[in-house]
């Protein structure tokens, strides 16, 4: 199976920073890497699929690279309303697997 | 609009089995693939397994092998997920997605259904 490692596990920053969360996969998966975000009591939600394209109606200030085994997940500029967590997935092989997730404080 | 319902939630005892539905509307559930996924609670999220509606093919998480049944009902547009001999640790929010096999994401996800195991 792939194993999918998110770091940090947690962070907190304030309105207005830049926040990048990384996923390493332990083997390459081209750029077959999702991320969702999850708020407390509601299910994921699509960000950005094949690595680095974003998903329609996601703002803008969301955006995904990498490719083969490191990924990175960027907020431009946080928001209030960017408190959640953040999962990565590969979708290079089944079984599918998810990262630990990173729960992001705003300050 | 492309949307997951959910069944309600559930109370089961230990070794008994829970059955949990998700039905389709906005699209014909054989256009897609589906996963269920769960959740415990707390912790992150864990991939059960896949069907394609289409042909009914399933491949599960090993995980779960010889304990989860996936299956759908295309007359009635609705994906069913069936764990028996259920523990403690099964106790955890499941969701249905809508899988896209040509670019890896689920989207739509359910609402999620809370499957408590308990004496």
């Known amino acids: 199976d792939i194993q999918m490692t998110q770091s940090p596990s947690s962070v907190s920053a304030s309105v207005g920073d830049r926040v990048t969360i990384t996923c390493r996969a332990s083997q390459g998966i081209s750029n077959w890497l999702v991320w969702y975000q999850q708020k407390p009591g509601k299910a994921p939600k699509l960000l950005i699929y094949t690595a680095s394209t974003l998903q329609s109606g996601v703002p803008s200030r969301f955006s995904g690279s990498g490719s083969g085994t490191d990924f990175t997940l960027t907020i431009s500029s946080l928001q209030p309303e960017d408190s959640a967590t953040y999962y990565c997935q590969q979708a290079d092989s089944f079984p599918i697997t998810f990262g630990q997730g990173t729960r992001l404080e705003i300050k | 609009q492309v949307r997951l319902v959910q069944s309600g939630p559930e109370v089961k005892k230990p070794g008994a089995s829970v059955s949990v539905s998700c039905k389709a509307s906005?699209?014909?559930?054989?256009?897609?693939?589906l996963s269920w996924v769960r959740q415990a609670p707390g912790q992150g999220l864990e991939w059960m397994g896949w069907i394609r509606p289409y042909n009914g093919n399933t491949n599960y998480a090993q995980k779960f092998q010889g304990r989860v049944t996936m299956t759908t009902d295309t007359s009635t547009n609705t994906a069913y997920m069936e764990l028996r001999s259920l523990r403690s640790d099964d106790t955890a929010m499941y969701y249905c997605a809508t899988y896209s096999s040509s670019y890896g994401w689920y989207d739509p996800w359910g609402q999620g259904t809370l499957v408590t195991v308990s004496s």
């Open positions: 906005g699209y014909t559930l054989t256009t897609y693939d």
